[in-house]
T-cell receptor, first 115, second 111 residues
Framework: NAGVTQTPKFQVLKTGQSMTLQCAQD?????MYWYRQDPGMGLRLIYY???????DKGEVPNGYNVSRLNKREFSLRLESAAPSQTSVYFC??????????????FGQGTRLTVV | GQQVMQIPQYQHVQEGEDFTTYCNSS?????IQWYKQRPGGHPVFLIQ?????EVKKQKRLTFQFGEAKKNSSLHITATQTTDVGTYFC???????????FGKGTTLSVSS
């Protein structure tokens, strides 16, 4: 099992360029999430999809769009990259069990630099 | 919105000393999870607490969920160099959808 696969692993963009970060999970989970991680800021939720066909804004959605393509795939798009979007991006797939149990499985991360 | 606060932000200990990190939520949580992230890696699930006052142990790690389900702690007894990393708590919002993380506590251990 691959678990959660993110591509690319590294990317350098110029200000104003666009790109899409891809995420796929093979665990048949309903929920998928995108986080960004910056030094001293922890993991901040950008967007999430509680189930196929739905997406919702998280804590820091500005400058991003998402697409839940199907149950397996959840992509994050930067339409016009800015230096403030330099970060490490993590995709997570989340299983929800009985009694509200929750466990998140993370991808390896995408290290994005915007110059 | 829901906020999850974690202290301290950094902690350095000598190998063999104990370590504790604390997590507080602005709202009542349905559950809380703890994750560990090694330097350069991704967060990895450690444990989940669901019941009020729950205490769980994993070898040298003890996890506790407060009676009001708004706070939690992770205690490591006799730290080892393998414990180095950042420990995050994460809480599920009241709607049971968004998973919000604290800022983490970065632990360094010197031998």
């Amino acid at each position: 099992n691959a678990g959660v696969t993110q591509t690319p692993k590294f990317q350098v963009l110029k200000t104003g360029q666009s790109m899409t970060l891809q995420c796929a999970q093979d665990m048949n989970h309903n929920s998928m999430y995108w986080y960004r991680q910056d030094p001293g800021m922890g993991l901040r939720l950008i967007y999430y999809s509680a189930s196929e066909g739905t997406t919702d804004k998280g804590e820091v959605p500005n400058g991003y769009n998402v697409s839940r393509l199907n149950k397996r795939e959840f992509s994050l798009r930067l339409e016009s990259a800015a230096p403030s979007q330099t970060s490490v991006y993590f995709c997570a797939s989340i299983i929800r069990g009985p009694e509200g149990s929750t466990e998140a499985f993370f991808g390896q991360g995408t290290r994005l630099t915007v110059v | 919105g829901q906020q999850v606060m974690q202290i301290p932000q950094y902690q350095h200990v000598q190998e063999g000393e104990d370590f504790t990190t604390y997590c507080n939520s602005s709202t009542t949580l349905s559950n809380i999870q703890w994750y560990k992230q090694r330097p350069g890696g991704h967060p990895v699930f450690l444990i989940q607490l669901v019941k009020s006052g729950e205490v769980k142990k994993q070898k040298r790690l003890t996890f506790q969920f407060g009676e009001a389900k708004k706070n939690s702690s992770l205690h490591i007894t006799a730290t080892q160099t393998t414990d180095v990393g950042t420990y995050f708590c994460a809480g599920t919002n009241q709607a049971g959808t968004a998973l919000i993380f604290g800022k983490g506590t970065t632990l360094s251990v010197s031998s």
